[in-house]
């Protein structure tokens, strides 16, 4: 059952409906970013819950991945903890599914990879495409990444790049703009993510609330595959 009074679900489902043609239509993968869907007063309240990097309970320092991210329900603050019940009610799934077609979606509770992300400046997230399937073998269909940046400076970067499914071409860059919910269909050759270090100021933190979304079975086949990492080759090129 939704917990919040601000969630309109007609009005959201109404307006995903609409959108459907679209999301599907999209270069590189069906997707779409969606400005103002949620309640901006929750959303203010869950940026002032996020901990920070430090606290958070799994952080990421390599070559390729540069984050902090908390999945851990009991260290979620209460805003935090609506807003994700929210997104993963069935009001929002059937929600989801006018939008991209895929029926009997499944949320996540174990928030396996999803819940708060948040990178500093100087971090990056390579271009790469999602694990396939939960551990306990569902399979991983949707991403729903809510940003939560007001003020947010392009020049900073940070940008979410989506590049086409050989990764030679870089198809769009969406910024991480305040209650901007990006939603995309995952495949072994959804390609994403925002390579380039951030450049913000000291203090200022690229924050997200990642959903991910299953179901039972899939239509076509696909083999099971980890996280699938690898730079683009003409960004390569181009630091030769």
Request: charged share 20%.
């Amino acid at each position: 059952m939704p917990t919040h009074p601000e969630f309109e679900y007609a009005a959201i489902t109404e307006r995903l409906h609409k959108l459907a043609g679209q999301y599907q239509a999209a270069q590189a993968f069906p997707h779409i970013a969606i400005d103002d869907l949620f309640p901006a007063d929750l959303l203010h309240q869950v940026v002032g819950e996020f901990p920070a990097p430090e606290a958070m309970s799994i952080r990421f320092d390599s070559e390729r991945e540069k984050k902090s991210a908390e999945s851990n329900w009991s260290m979620l603050g209460p805003a935090t903890r609506s807003l994700i019940t929210e997104m993963n009610s069935g009001a929002f799934l059937s929600a989801l599914t006018e939008l991209t077609g895929i029926p009997r979606l499944i949320a996540d509770a174990q928030l396996e990879g999803s819940g708060l992300h948040q990178i500093s400046s100087g971090g990056l997230l390579d271009i790469h495409a999602d694990f396939s399937n939960h551990s306990t073998g569902l399979h991983r269909r949707l991403n729903a990444l809510l940003y939560l940046n007001e003020g947010w400076d392009p020049a900073w970067g940070g940008h979410l790049e989506l590049w086409d499914p050989t990764m030679t071409r870089l198809v769009e860059a969406i910024e991480p703009q305040f209650n901007r919910l990006v939603v995309f269909t995952t495949s072994s050759d959804s390609f994403h993510g925002h390579p380039t270090p951030l450049a913000t100021p000291p203090g200022v933190m690229r924050l997200s609330v990642a959903a991910y979304y299953y179901t039972a079975s899939r239509e076509e086949p696909t083999d099971p595959h980890s996280t699938r990492w690898g730079r683009p080759e003409s960004r390569l090129a181009g630091e030769a």
